[in-house]
């Protein structure tokens, strides 16, 4: 939020002369915030090389706070739901075994007893 509002105050500033559309501070932070996120709508572009560039800087600025974090966040889920499966097969496997020494032998066998 605050990244929007610093960058959108900023570039409101350096586009204000030009018609591109960044009329007031709140259109310059919705094209921040648009721009930040990548997604890139298109409806507002800077029309001065100075807004072009810094445009681009808030771009890969964006990159290294907003995007480079999800693929920790990915990656941090992907283990926690890797060894969330683990858990399941092994409490699983113990419950099959549990029947198993039941029900007074191997399923595998059919379900008879081991000689003794």
Known sequence: LMGALVFGT???????????????????????AVTMTTVGYGDMT?????????????????????????????SKFNTALEDWKQQERTQIYYKKKE???????????GGSPAPR
């Open 99 to 109: 029947d198993e020494l039941r029900n007074g032998g191997d399923e595998e066998t």
């Open 46 to 74: 800077p029309q001065t090389n100075i807004g072009k560039a810094f445009g681009s800087m808030i771009l890969f600025i964006s990159m290294i706070y907003i995007a480079l974090p999800m693929t920790l966040i990915v």
């Open 10 to 32: 900023i570039m409101h500033y350096i586009e204000v002369d030009a018609e591109s559309g960044f009329d007031s501070v709140l259109y310059a932070c919705w094209w921040a």
